[in-house]
C-alpha cells in the first residue's frame, strides 16, 4: 500500500516570505516616520486601552460566574439559598476574589467564609465544627465549578 504524503512546503514558505515582506514594511515605516508610524498600523493609540488592559477579561468571568449562579445546576442553588441576601453580582465578585489565593486549601476555606457570610481579607483559617462540614463540601464542589468556569475565559 502506497501511501501520498502532502507537500505543503511551497505554501509554508510562500506564507514565510509575506510575512518576511510585512516586517521590511514595518521597519522602513519605522524608519521613515518615527514613532508616528504606529498609527498606520494601530486604531487607537492616544485611546485609554492601557490604562483599561485585562478589565474585558475580568468582567467576562464575573459574567460567568453569574451565568453559572442564575442556572439550575445543585451547587448554583446552594449557593443562592445560602447568601440569599446578597446580588448575585456581589457574590460573584466574592468568588472570583476567592481564586486569588495561591493554595488550594487556602481557597476552599475562603469560599467557605463566603458562604458563611464573612468576607476575610486577613486570616483564611478557623476552626471547623461538625456543623460546617456541609459548607466545606459545598466549598469544594463550588471550587471545582469555578476552576472549570475559569478554564473556559
Not at 519605522?30 to 485609554?48: F, Q, S, W
Amino acid at each position: 500500500m502506497i501511501r501520498e504524503v502532502k507537500n505543503d512546503r511551497p505554501s509554508k514558505f510562500e506564507e514565510f516570505l509575506r510575512h518576511l515582506e510585512e516586517a521590511r514594511k514595518l521597519q522602513d515605516d519605522i524608519l521613515k516616520y518615527g514613532l508616528t508610524a504606529a498609527n498606520l498600523y494601530c486604531e487607537d493609540v492616544d485611546g485609554d486601552w492601557l490604562e483599561t488592559w485585562g478589565d474585558d477579561e475580568e468582567n467576562t468571568f464575573v459574567e460567568s460566574v453569574v451565568n453559572f449562579l442564575e442556572s439550575n445546576d445543585s451547587v448554583a442553588v446552594k449557593v443562592r439559598k445560602q447568601l440569599k441576601d446578597k446580588s448575585l453580582q456581589e457574590i460573584a465578585t466574592e468568588l472570583e476574589n476567592c481564586l486569588s489565593f495561591g493554595e488550594e486549601e487556602e481557597r476552599i476555606f475562603a469560599l467557605k467564609n463566603v458562604l458563611v457570610g464573612r468576607v476575610t481579607s486577613g486570616s483564611i483559617y478557623r476552626d471547623v465544627s461538625d456543623d460546617e462540614i456541609d459548607l466545606l463540601d459545598l466549598a469544594e464542589e463550588l471550587l471545582e465549578k469555578l476552576t472549570h468556569i475559569c478554564g473556559e475565559n
